[in-house]
């Protein structure tokens, strides 16, 4: 059988964080949600060029002269060791776009 990393809480009870596994880019539409939910920094919204790169772009900021150099947004998982596995992000995104995992303990 399988067995997970988990934790023990403070009354003792178990939880199996989920870590985060993948956006789905293209349901992505590039709000922020997940982004502005974690505080874990592993989140980076980036820009899509016509070539299919990817810049990265800041939330929030005035990006009228970027916007010429990039077609969307979208989220992408800059930082995956750095997730605990709230699934925060998950929870908020609008557009279902995320995958999770427990852990592998073995
Ligand atoms: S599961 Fe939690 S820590 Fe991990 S990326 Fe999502 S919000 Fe951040
Ligand atoms: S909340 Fe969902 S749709 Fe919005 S940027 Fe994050 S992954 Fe994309």
Redesign the pocket.
Known sequence: MAVFVSVTMPDGRSWT????GEINQEKCIGCGR?FR????D??QLVGVTEDGEFIPVQLGADDDDDEEEYERKVMT?AN?M?????????KICPKDC?T?APMSAE
Do not use: D, M
């Not at 964080?17 to 985060?20: A, N, S, T």
């Not at 939910?37 to 874990?40: A, F, L």
């Open positions: 964080p989920k870590f985060v997940c939910v974690c505080g874990r592993v989140l998982i995956q750095n997730c605990v596995g709230c699934e925060a992000c998950s995320y999770h």
